[in-house]
């Protein structure tokens, strides 16, 4: 039998990376929403921490990649920006370094580990039944951070886990279960609550609302990202 259990940020990796079969990580705005459009692109994403932008570049080169930059208004690099990675080639392949959804992802060790988001939930879901036909799967709802570096849950991430939990119609521990629900009865008001959540208002607020408008397109992908040999690449 499988069971899903759904958990907040690292803590929530530590607490389950010795029993789960698989994770599923949800970083909403923006790491999740970035890593579906580039792989949409036919691109491959290698997370990496969030912090030395030269540390980042000579990463990149040494992995025969290009290393994303900050994200800032305007131009024309790749960055964290989702709207930014539409413009990748086929055969890119990106280091992107991320406060929460890159972190996430190194921290789960040999478990298979995938990235989803609202684009790709439903594809996200098949893959992970496949990849665990027994055990636990942990959706991880990646929050933000605050100024300290503790953690701030982010509330589009909550039900971005939940719709991912509702695709995969597996037995739920309580947690799971909320987070289903909070999907269901937010469903309706998804857009509206996204776009006013506070990530959703930080992003519009430095002119970034088109990466919120994309991270809304509802089962816009069939793109599953998973982490094999250290990058995102479209599970097979």
């Known amino acids: 039998m499988v069971q899903v259990v759904c958990e907040w940020g690292l803590s929530g990796i530590e607490a ?5 079969t698989a994770f599923v990580i949800v970083d909403v705005l923006s790491f999740s929403t970035a890593v579906s459009v580039a792989l949409d ?4 994403v290698i997370p990496f921490p969030w912090g030395d932008q030269t540390a980042a570049e000579q990463a990149a080169r040494e992995q025969g990649a290009v290393a994303a930059t900050p994200r800032r208004t305007g131009g024309s690099q790749l960055s ?5 990675l539409r413009t990748l080639k086929a055969d890119a392949r990106l280091l ?4 929460n959804g890159s972190r996430l992802s190194l921290a789960t060790g040999a478990v298979p580990t995938f990235c989803g988001s609202f684009r790709n939930f439903a594809a996200v879901a ?4 496949t990849a665990s036909p027994a055990g636990t799967i942990v959706v991880i709802a990646a929050g933000e951070r605050w100024p300290d570096q503790t953690m701030r849950p982010a ?18 521990n309580s947690e799971a279960r909320l987070a289903r629900i909070s999907y269901e009865v937010a ?3 998804l857009v509206g609550m996204v776009r006013d959540s506070i990530s959703g208002r930080e992003l519009i607020d430095r002119g970034f609302g088109e ?5 809304l397109e509802v089962g816009s992908s069939s793109s599953v990202p998973q982490l094999i040999d250290g990058r995102y690449q479209r599970s097979a």
Do not use: F, T, Y
């Open 16 to 20: 389950w990376r010795s029993r789960a």
């Open 41 to 44: 692109q036919g691109a491959e």
């Open 80 to 84: 964290l920006s989702p709207a930014s």
């Open 96 to 99: 992107l370094p991320s406060p």
């Open 126 to 129: 098949a893959a992970v039944c």
């Open 155 to 172: 509330i589009e991430d909550w039900p971005g886990a939940g719709a991912i939990i509702k695709a995969l119609s597996c037995s739920e």
């Open 187 to 189: 469903e309706a008001e």
């Open 211 to 215: 990466d919120v408008e994309i991270a």
